[in-house]
Nanobody, 125 residues
Framework: DVQLVESGGGSVQTGGSLRLSCLAS????????MGWFRQAPGKESEGLAT???????IYADSVKGRFTISTDNARNTLYLQMDNLKVEDTAMYYC????????????????????RGQGTQVTVS
């Protein structure tokens, strides 16, 4: 079984940056897709970014050019670098992973990945 634990959330001013990390309980198989999604109060969850085994990334339009997803070489840590943060980025952020590699090609699918962490709060003011 895969366990994911996020860290790095916090409070930041508009225009600031945060880097979220997600530690997997063990290195994920190469065919796993990994991603991030967020949930703001009163809103539907939103897929933000996915990264496949080749390192190909896709992003939601709302974060494209501001957020960057990456992994370490062992693929046991997932990152989300968030720059130029906006008030509307305030949400609980979750990392996720799934053994179905084709899900990587739909950023919205990150909300429905089979494994997810407990989330880390990001507040922008």
């Amino acid at each position: 079984d895969v366990q994911l634990v996020e860290s790095g959330g916090g409070s930041v001013q508009t225009g600031g940056s945060l880097r979220l990390s997600c530690l997997a309980s063990n290195s994920l198989p190469n065919n796993y897709c990994m991603g991030w999604f967020r949930q703001a109060p009163g809103k539907e969850s939103e897929g933000l970014a996915t990264i496949d085994s080749d390192g190909s990334e896709i992003y939601a339009d709302s974060v494209k050019g501001r957020f960057t997803i990456s992994t370490d070489n062992a693929r046991n840590t997932l990152y989300l670098q968030m720059d130029n943060l906006k008030v509307e980025d305030t949400a609980m952020y979750y990392c996720a992973a799934d053994s179905r590699p084709w899900l990587c090609y739909s950023v919205s699918a990150a909300r429905d990945f089979g494994y997810r962490g407990q989330g880390t709060q990001v507040t922008v003011s």
